[in-house]
């Protein structure tokens, strides 16, 4: 799903994506020049090997996103919100949600079992 950043104002707009078993739901809003704020909720589940065992496992997304879209290369510094750039003046929600999904990968984690016996 690709919404271009001048189609974006004032007034929020709704996105849904639904993608294998995760919900990524929210708005884009118009944040200052050349910005937009995502303001999103990812929830669903990603199946996962566990850490300890190895045996793939679902585990329970809940995650609030909120951060920045720039239309082309961000210059500046954001003190509170991280910054992502798109440089085709194209938001791929698809590409949000990836990336998201790939930095929740890379966390450490271990499926009921093996909590079980820690
Ligand atoms: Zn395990």
Redesign the pocket.
């Given at each position: 799903m690709k919404i271009p950043f001048r189609k974006v104002g004032n007034t929020p707009q709704d996105f849904t994506l639904l993608k294998d078993k995760t919900t990524f739901k929210g708005t884009l809003e118009h944040f200052k020049h050349g910005l937009i704020m995502l303001d999103a909720h990812l929830e669903g589940a990603i199946n996962l090997p566990?850490d300890?065992?190895a045996?793939n496992?679902d585990t329970i997304l809940n995650e609030e996103l909120k951060f920045l879209l720039s239309d082309g290369i961000f210059n500046g510094h954001d003190e509170d919100y991280d910054v992502v750039e798109f440089l085709d003046g194209m938001i791929d929600i698809d590409e949000v949600l990836s990336s998201e999904i790939e930095s929740l990968k890379s966390d450490y984690h271990?499926?009921e079992?093996?909590k079980k016996q820690n």
């Open positions: 566990c300890i065992c045996e496992f271990s499926c079992e093996c």
